[in-house]
């Protein structure tokens, strides 16, 4: 049985993710904590920091999809956005102008391990795509997630599922930069 339309979307964001993250398993530790300048996050660091994320928002989803009902013909229809989810899917995309503060509880160590980020970016990842199968079997027009940020931010389940896929599709665009960057380490070792 195939997804919803809008699943089928995020499983296509989301399995490109997963080809361009392919690029950086092989990558030697130096490369993967390599930095153009201080203030500017490495390819392991950019890792961590989306290892945080799905880390503590994968759980919320699961939690949410405890109350919910089977989708019946819900899975038929477009679950719309609110005002403020767009917002929020705009605001965690590739495409937004201006760079949103990063939460302190998804700030990326100063040095993770940089072969175990890319090992635990994997891992998250995939739970992720499962999720995003899950949920598909469920009434998720009503449904909202509690965000870890703050007990207070509830945004609607679809959107914010939009926005974690987006969410990785930007930081992806930040490690092909870091890898296009003629700076970046070309040894032949990986």
Not at 4 to 32: C, I, N, Y
Not at 39 to 60: G, M
């Amino acid at each position: 049985m195939s997804l919803r339309p809008q699943f089928e979307e995020f499983v296509r964001l989301a399995d490109a993710t997963r080809a361009k993250a392919a690029k950086v398993k092989p990558l030697s530790a130096a490369k993967l904590t390599w930095s153009p300048a201080e203030d500017r996050w490495s390819v392991a660091r950019v890792l961590d920091h989306l290892n945080k994320t799905h880390a503590l928002c994968i759980p919320n989803f699961e939690a949410a999809l405890l109350s919910a009902s089977p989708a019946g013909t819900e899975r038929d229809r477009l679950v719309k956005y609110g005002f403020m989810d767009r917002v929020f899917v705009k605001m965690m995309g590739p495409t937004f102008p201006i760079k949103p503060p990063v939460p302190p509880m998804f700030e990326p160590d100063q040095a993770p391990d940089p072969k175990e980020a890319v090992r635990r970016f994997f891992e998250l990842h995939d739970k992720l795509r499962a999720l995003i199968e899950k949920a598909d079997a469920y009434q998720l027009a009503k449904l909202k997630v509690v965000s870890p940020v703050s007990p207070k931010f509830r945004p609607g389940f679809v959107p914010y599922l939009h926005s974690l896929v987006l969410h990785e599709e930007y930081h992806w665009g930040q490690i092909e930069a870091l890898l296009a960057d003629p700076r970046f380490p070309k040894s032949k070792i990986a």
